[in-house]
DNA sequence: ACGCCCACCTGGAGGC
DNA sequence: TGCCTCCAGGTGGGCG
């Protein structure tokens, strides 16, 4: 589920909700997901305030007021549902909610993660930033200076192909495996192409196609979260019409072509596009 | 240094 | 119904 929109979807559920609000009890209910989850995470989260929810690539990160950011990531099937009293007792505790926050006002936030792929880390403010997780991470591609000079700079020399590249957090963050694929059908460009011929033009159409299936996505998710912000509601589970991902064998819907999307494996992903509207 | 491939873990879908 | 295989939105680490 979680790309860079997902993610942004999450955060601007959770702000009001939790930003100001003080954290009075957390429940842990399982030892690790990636990796191990905090040591005394209850101590050293309860009685909190938080100041902010920021985000960097596909991390949340969830400021304390102690000095402390609660760095979360939802792998792939991580999700945050929200519920006030009354919801919470009626949606008992699966076996993958693993970590329970409850807020001074009663609200209830859980982090939900079927795979475990997702993680909970604390570090303070000052570590995040030469943290491991995050010194080598690209630039973010809805920041106004990322643009395709700034794609093209990063793709100078590299010979692997553009899908590839892109699904790699160091050329740029936040985009994986569904919006690559779109980014690319958008800007008619294969994914086969070697990413270091992506340049000039080439790059500048990239980079608007990749703001444009972003902001679009968010936008969605934004709309979809308003009616979502309920009881019970999960933050960040919409499902946008998709123009090439998972749909191969059904027709490319780009006017007057004929082709239908094919499907490819790309180190060890699947790639959706079409042969004719993508060189 | 770079590119490729696997592992991590669970669940859902589809075939037999 | 049950069992098997394949697939899934991410990414760190190990290999050549």
Same mark, same amino acid.
């Given at each position: 589920?979680?790309?860079?929109?997902?993610?942004?979807?999450?955060?601007?559920?959770?702000?009001?909700?939790?930003?100001?609000r003080?954290?009075?009890?957390?429940?842990?209910?399982?030892?690790?997901?990636?990796?191990?989850?905090?040591?005394?995470?209850?101590q050293?989260?309860?009685g909190?305030?938080?100041?902010?929810?920021?985000?960097?690539?596909?991390?949340?990160?969830?400021?304390?007021?102690?000095?402390?950011?609660?760095?979360?990531?939802?792998?792939?099937?991580?999700?945050?549902?929200?519920?006030?009293a *009354?919801?919470?007792?009626?949606h008992?505790? &699966?076996?993958? &909610?693993? #970590?329970v926050?409850?807020?001074?006002?009663?609200?209830? #936030?859980?982090?939900?993660?079927?795979?475990?792929?997702?993680?909970?880390?604390?570090?303070?403010?000052? *570590?995040? *930033?030469?943290?491991?997780?995050?010194?080598?991470?690209?630039?973010?591609?809805?920041? &106004?200076?990322?643009?395709?000079?700034?794609?093209?700079?990063?793709?100078?020399?590299?010979?692997?192909?553009?899908?590839?590249?892109?699904?790699?957090?160091?050329?740029?963050?936040?985009?994986?495996?569904?919006?690559?694929?779109?980014?690319?059908?958008?800007?008619?460009?294969?994914?086969?192409?070697?990413?270091?011929?992506?340049?000039?033009?080439?790059?500048?159409?990239?980079?608007?196609?990749?703001?444009?299936?972003?902001?679009?996505?968010?936008?969605?998710?934004?709309?979809?979260?308003? &009616?979502?912000?309920?009881?019970?509601?999960?933050?960040?589970?919409?499902?946008?019409?998709?123009?090439?991902?998972?749909r191969?064998?059904i027709?490319?819907?780009?006017?007057?072509?004929?082709?239908?999307?094919r499907?490819?494996?790309?180190?060890?992903?699947?790639?959706?596009y079409?042969a004719?509207?993508?060189r």
């Amino acid at each position: 589920m979680p790309e860079l929109p997902e993610v942004e979807t999450v955060r601007r559920g959770l702000i009001p909700r939790l930003v100001g609000r003080r954290i009075v009890r957390l429940e842990q209910r399982r030892r690790d997901l990636r990796f191990p989850l905090p040591v005394r995470f209850a101590q050293r989260v309860e009685g909190r305030t938080i100041r902010a929810i920021d985000r960097r690539a596909k991390y949340l990160l969830i400021r304390l007021d102690d000095d402390n950011t609660l760095i979360t990531h939802l792998g792939m099937s991580g999700r945050m549902t929200l519920h006030d009293a *009354a919801s919470a007792a009626e949606h008992p505790f &699966d076996r993958h &909610d693993h #970590v329970v926050f409850e807020t001074d006002a009663g609200w209830q #936030v859980r982090f939900n993660d079927a795979r475990r792929f997702g993680l909970m880390l604390l570090a303070p403010d000052e *570590a995040i *930033a030469g943290h491991k997780l995050f010194s080598a991470l690209g630039p973010e591609p809805l920041d &106004d200076v990322f643009d395709g000079a700034a794609l093209a700079g990063r793709l100078k020399g590299r010979r692997t192909p553009i899908k590839a590249a892109l699904l790699d957090q160091k050329t740029l963050v936040g985009v994986g495996n569904i919006y690559a694929c779109e980014a690319l059908f958008l800007a008619g460009i294969s994914p086969r192409r070697l990413a270091h011929t992506v340049q000039g033009e080439r790059a500048d159409r990239l980079v608007a196609a990749i703001k444009k299936v972003l902001h679009r996505s968010i936008e969605d998710g934004g709309s979809t979260l308003r &009616d979502h912000v309920q009881p019970g509601g999960e933050l960040g589970y919409f499902q946008t019409r998709f123009n090439v991902y998972d749909r191969a064998g059904i027709a490319c819907p780009t006017r007057g072509c004929d082709r239908t999307v094919r499907r490819l494996v790309q180190a060890g992903r699947s790639t959706f596009y079409c042969a004719r509207c993508q060189r």
